[in-house]
């Protein structure tokens, strides 16, 4: 079993700056795939961005260039620079873990693993 439990979330005004973080526990590797989802009010779940067990990061078109995940294994933390905040990046941030890395950057990649979200609030 993997646990994963965010913090970090908060409010912010537009064009601020927040730094996710996702401490995982229990039987996780440095080879799994791991990556930050977002649900916002009325919406459905969207990729935010993704991590492979060798680095290699994917982000959805609408955080590109503003947001930044990256990953501690010595700390087993997956961690999500967000810059440049936009009313439109409120949601509810979730971090997910999967042990099949091959294809951690398709959109149709699945995971097995969740935790239990932090709340992004972004006003205009």
């Known amino acids: 079993q993997v646990q994963l439990v965010e913090s970090g979330g908060g409010s912010v005004q537009a064009g601020g700056s927040l730094r996710l973080s996702c401490a995982a526990s229990?039987?996780?590797?440095?080879?799994?795939?791991m990556g930050w989802f977002r649900r916002a009010p009325g919406k459905e779940r969207e990729g935010v961005a993704t991590i492979n067990s060798a680095g290699s990061t994917y982000y959805a078109d609408s955080v590109k260039g503003r947001f930044t995940i990256s990953k501690d294994n010595a700390k087993n933390t997956l961690y999500l620079q967000m810059n440049s905040l936009k009313p439109e990046d409120t949601a509810m941030y979730y971090c997910a873990a999967d042990p099949t890395d091959w294809n951690c950057g398709l959109p149709t990649k699945t995971f097995g693993y969740w935790g239990q979200g932090t709340q992004v609030t972004v006003s205009s």
């Open positions: 229990g039987y996780i590797r440095s080879t799994y795939c």
